[in-house]
């Protein structure tokens, strides 16, 4: 009969493997932000790309049906899986954006962990080591604040603009096949594409993000938690 295992006994880890593994985790962690910022860059191009080739296209046949019904048709045909590709990049933007959240997140807990070891080295460190808001942002960097220039060349902002203006185009081509009046048309693109526009950069980030926001309780903040009064059991953190 086999007898069952013991426990085996676990003697102290020294400060060294600490760090050891706490850089490990913190690798790791540095890659997959690496990774989430070449995922950006790649569907954006891919985005870009397909919008390209698609307006080339559409001039094309413009110049060779003089503007006709052809025209319209197959722009109705083209356009809509142009903004197919930049609705989905779109939203891998914002969901990149809240992975790399809970990137930084970690880090700034394993700077926690190092300063605990180490906490003379608190005054050399520019990034955070507590995991708020406040934490997340200044280990994200300064430009990461809300102003009107950084939110205008960011690139989910960017994309959002195109996918509005690619929306009002096929909805203008609809109302100006349908009903043929250009001036009616015109008017439910410039409509469609600010809706379209309103959505993309308000809607969806608060959707996505704002959860996060609202549902994350940090382990390690500036200011110490209250208890919760009816003894109830603290949310669930990440």
Known sequence: MVEPATERTREP?????????LATEHWG???TRSM?????FTRVGMYLTTLSAAVVAIALVAQASDFGPEFRLFALLVLPVVLFVGYSTGLRLTQSQ????WSIVAMNRLRHAYFDIAP?????????????????????????????????SSTPVVVAVVNSVVAGVIVAL????????????RIAGVAAGL?????????????????????????FPREPIAPNPNGDADPATP
């Open 120 to 152: 003379d080295l608190e005054q050399y460190f520019v990034t955070s080591h507590y995991d708020d808001v406040e934490g997340l942002l200044q280990s994200a960097g300064p430009y990461t604040r809300v102003r009107p220039g950084m939110l205008i």
């Open 98 to 101: 809240e992975l790399e959240i």
């Open 174 to 185: 609809l109302v100006d096949l349908v009903a043929g009046m250009d001036v009616l048309a």
């Open 13 to 21: 880890v020294s400060d060294g493997v600490r760090i050891q593994i």
């Open 29 to 31: 962690q540095l890659a």
């Open 36 to 40: 989430l910022w070449n995922e950006t």
């Open 195 to 219: 809706v379209v526009c309103a959505y993309l950069m308000v809607v969806v980030p608060r959707r996505e993000i704002g959860r996060l926001y609202t549902e994350y309780v940090p382990k």
